[in-house]
DNA sequence: CTGTTAGCGCGTTCAA
DNA sequence: TTGAACGCGCTAACAG
């Protein structure tokens, strides 16, 4: 097995030093025509492609974004909501030459991954960094965004809703067509913060609730991961054990599953049961059979993030935290209750 | 902006040489406890963590496995069956400690992302790679897994399943059932070769209409994008022009969007059309509501993939060529033909 | 066994 | 157009 070729085997080759042959790859107009000619030629010939890690070394960039996985990569992969936020941070990706890599936890070790990653920047979804990993990030002087995150933060910067007025209008809405018996399922809250999207969400409920005068204890309140699965099997035991009119859940994904249970049961979306979901996910071209929902563009959110990340690499200022809009979207699963 | 801290910076803080930092943080057996105890205070006093990226430089490997997308990253993530891929990847790479890396066509190139990819391996799925984009990667000498892709390849090692046989067997179920009137929905092909999986599932259902001497003329044969949309727009087109008593498609993302248009159009799935789906995207924990399909584990594909590639860095000795089983599972979406 | 020296990996880039 | 320094950590060879 031969040794790669390298910038100065070729440089020796075509007869010029190995600025020139850099020069011909990076920037011909330093150079003659000739030159640029003759260099290229010779890597051609002797089968030349400048090392990508080398040049990234000595130019002090990755020429990558980073994407970290909390746990599994197989719950947050699992969500259409996280591909649309992926795909739109992959567009911004592109557009900049970059490639997007998916940091899952190195060894089980998520400060571990954070150490080792190799990337200009990073990007978290939804949940809140440890001491430890945030404590890396400032040695590494890594940028980060955080999508969905505590919001006001020195070091993090973040993209998300206001998560607390989407959920209030979320519960209102339901409020309003005369359900009281209710079923919340919250995502799970990674931390028992209440800066956690699960936190602020529920407040958001907390304020709806008491617009309407309802007592918080009359309303089921159970959690779940944010897979199809994990509603479906939610849905399971709720309606093993009690009859709510109407689900309210925190993803779409969830609200997915639940219609699928209720519908396993015999029982129609809407008519019987109604069902509200959080996200949009019609919107990343999946088929959502007329769930009702709090719609948020994942996409947009991927996109300002990216941005937003490519802003803090290039040493620009960025704003420390970026909000955007949510609306909510009438369908057919969420009907006036039976008298 | 102060400089980053260096291995220089420790060795000299802690009085001792940069071999022996360096040491501290890869084979504390190679100097003293008390050195190593030193150094490590010293590092985190002074904020050190060893530079990934030099670390790499100098060791050769990138820490990092390829995920080659064709086109538009939209796409292909959309699809549960890619997602189930990806997963299985991500927990081979998490194994060995490796991140995964998305690959975008840069600056729409597919060549250049090859070109600056810095990753040890690389793999794609269900697509030809053209002369160019091989040359590169022999020129690199990095080493290729195409999943779904070209079987035999000198350079390029594969894993998939047998899919003229699995087409077959697919078809022969509609057919047994009583079905004449098919329409099938194929996957593009993204050459016009019949390497392609397209090329190899249409020899496959060919082999099953001549076993029941059915002219190939008699059946509708279209062709749609895996994801849920062109499914639903696919089959609106079809069943605004004829009657087909069965749907066959490619890939269960497409079958979940057919299922939605028929349901739209106020039919029954199953008890009006049959249904007829591949992949088996339910074991990803997608809904499926009870499709009939032809089972083939994303995960499994992507596990193997990775190992595979895995195997070639590390210069073991690799098959060539994976072929993972399949199999056939019975749903309720594809019911005997009415009289 | 502990620790050091020195050179390496491969392009990039500045001063000449 | 080029020589040489540089980026940063790794590691073979060697000395105490």
């Known amino acids: 097995m031969s040794k790669r070729t390298t910038i100065q085997d070729i440089a020796e080759k075509a007869g010029y030093s190995k600025a020139a042959v850099s020069f011909a790859f990076n920037d011909p107009s330093k ?33 990558a974004l980073g ?17 649309s936020v992926i795909r739109g941070i992959g567009e911004v990706c592109q557009e900049h030459g970059y490639m997007l890599t998916l940091i899952p936890p190195l060894h089980s070790s998520v400060s571990e991954a954070v150490k080792n990653a190799t990337v200009d920047g990073l990007m978290t979804m939804g949940f809140v960094l440890s001491g430890k990993v945030r404590s890396i990030l400032r040695i590494r ?21 206001d998560d607390e007025k989407a959920a209030e209008l979320q519960l209102r809405k339901v409020l309003e067509k005369g359900h ?14 209440s800066s956690s999207i699960a936190g602020r969400r529920r407040k958001g409920y907390g304020n709806a609730l008491s617009a309407f005068s309802i007592p ?3 309303i089921i309140v159970s959690s779940a991961k944010a897979t199809f699965r994990s509603g479906m099997e939610t849905a399971g035991r709720i309606l093993d054990a009690s009859s709510p009119t109407c689900f309210v859940t925190m993803s779409d994904a969830v609200a997915i599953g639940v219609m699928s249970e209720i519908r396993r049961r015999g029982l ?33 959110k991927g996109i300002r993030s990216a941005e937003l990340l ?30």
Request: overall charge negative; glycine content about 8%.
């Open 141 to 161: 002087r890594m940028p980060v965004v955080s999508i969905d995150g505590e919001a006001d933060d020195d070091d993090v910067h973040s993209v998300s809703i």
């Open 268 to 300: 129609t979306v809407g008519d019987d049961i109604s069902v509200m979901g959080f996200d949009g996910i019609e919107d990343s071209g999946f088929p959502c059979y007329g769930l009702s929902t709090i719609a948020q563009s994942g996409e947009e």
């Open 216 to 218: 918080p204890e009359s």
């Open 310 to 339: 490519f802003m803090m690499i290039d040493g620009k200022e960025a704003p420390s935290s970026i909000i955007i809009p949510y609306e909510y979207r009438e369908g057919t699963t969420l009907k006036e209750v039976k008298a």
């Open 31 to 63: 150079i003659s025509k000739e030159a640029h000619d003759r260099i290229l030629a010779t890597a051609r010939e002797l089968g030349y492609i400048p090392d990508p890690m080398a040049r990234n070394f000595s130019r002090g960039r990755h020429m």
């Open 180 to 193: 009281r018996r209710i079923a919340i399922i919250a995502l799970p809250d990674d931390a028992y913060e």
């Open 67 to 83: 994407f970290l996985l909390p746990q599994m990569l197989q719950e947050s992969l699992q969500n259409p909501y996280t591909q």
